[in-house]
């Protein structure tokens, strides 16, 4: 799944989607594995993999900024990673710290603009 395919509509209205969820009658703890057990996010994402509600799941933990636990076939790193905000970092011209608004991004705003007014012709 993608974030091409994670849309609005998928955001969940009410919380009854919880109830087919195949962790349901799971133990928490199965689905909280320590980040580092391999086996045991192995084991939690198998419980997701085919579980109806995947996408509102996974939407939902998106929109929470729920990081904890497997959630969507994710674990918590892999939501981070693939949807979090992304964090400040020294901006790759100036130093100074900023905001991307992409994690592609390198420079900060005003340093992209200057350096795209000396890149375009005239
Ligand atoms: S996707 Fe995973 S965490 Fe979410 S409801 Fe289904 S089984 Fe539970
Ligand atoms: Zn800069």
């Known amino acids: 799944m993608s974030i091409a395919t994670l849309t ?6 009410d919380a009854n989607w919880r109830l087919s969820g195949h962790c349901l009658d799971v133990d928490p703890d199965v689905m909280h594995p320590d980040p580092r057990d391999r086996h045991g996010n192995g084991q939690a994402r198998s419980i997701c993999n085919g579980c109806p509600v995947q996408t509102q799941c996974l939407a939902d933990a998106v929109r929470a900024r729920d990081y904890g636990g497997v959630r969507g076939g994710l674990t918590g790193a892999e939501r981070r990673e693939r949807y979090g905000q992304p964090k400040p970092k020294p901006c790759g011209t100036c130093q100074q710290k900023f905001t991307p608004r992409t994690r592609t991004q390198v420079n900060c705003g005003p340093c992209a603009k200057t350096l795209n007014r000396h890149r375009s012709p005239r």
């Open 8 to 13: 609005r509509a998928d955001a969940p209205t």
